[in-house]
């Protein structure tokens, strides 16, 4: 599949099918973050990968609102970050978690993004609280957002090149 074509096909997932992620699928989808660029090569990125259904359960709590399908998910990707790395590290573990979102959809995932970053918790805490103290982060890295995964239990409609919203577009000027 070319870039065009997994880019208008994909879309965002919250219902999974029971059947598990091979090992594989979750490496390569890790590789295609590590693979991300990233300003002046600090890579402040660090992935908790959670297979465990009962922390699956746990953070599907973790935002208002937004993060049931955790509890159906085979897994999740956290991507947390040290801000002391770099100014910008809000910009690289976007563009991680990004790329983990693509490298699912072309290895037939379905994966939902969760923004966690100034986000709140159903227990009233923030959502970055919730997952530090989940999941043992030191204090020092900050979360950036969670990728759910599993097979899809539906496949919406790819989007359409013509129903691009080109009005966005501006040529030399605005």
Sequence with gaps: MDLLNLLLSRRSIRRYTESPIP????????????????????????FVVVQN???L????????GS??????AKAAILVFADPEKTDVWTEDCAIAMSNMHLMA????????????????AEDGTSTEAFCRALLSVPARYTLEA??????PAIQPEPHSLEDLPREKIHWDTF
């Excluded at 359960?57 to 208002?64: F, K, T």
């Excluded at 993060?67 to 159906?72: K, R």
């Excluded at 959809?105 to 709140?120: A, D, E, K, V």
């Design 105 to 120: 959809h072309h290895l037939g995932l379905g994966s939902c993004w969760i923004q966690g970053r100034l986000r709140q």
């Design 146 to 151: 969670i990728l759910s995964l599993g097979f």
């Design 67 to 72: 993060a049931a399908m955790l509890s159906g």
């Design 23 to 46: 090992q594989k699928a979750l490496e390569t989808i890790l590789a295609a973050g590590l693979l991300s660029p990233s300003s002046r090569g600090r890579r402040p990125w660090e």
């Design 53 to 55: 259904p009962k922390t």
């Design 57 to 64: 359960e746990a953070l599907s709590h973790c935002r208002q």
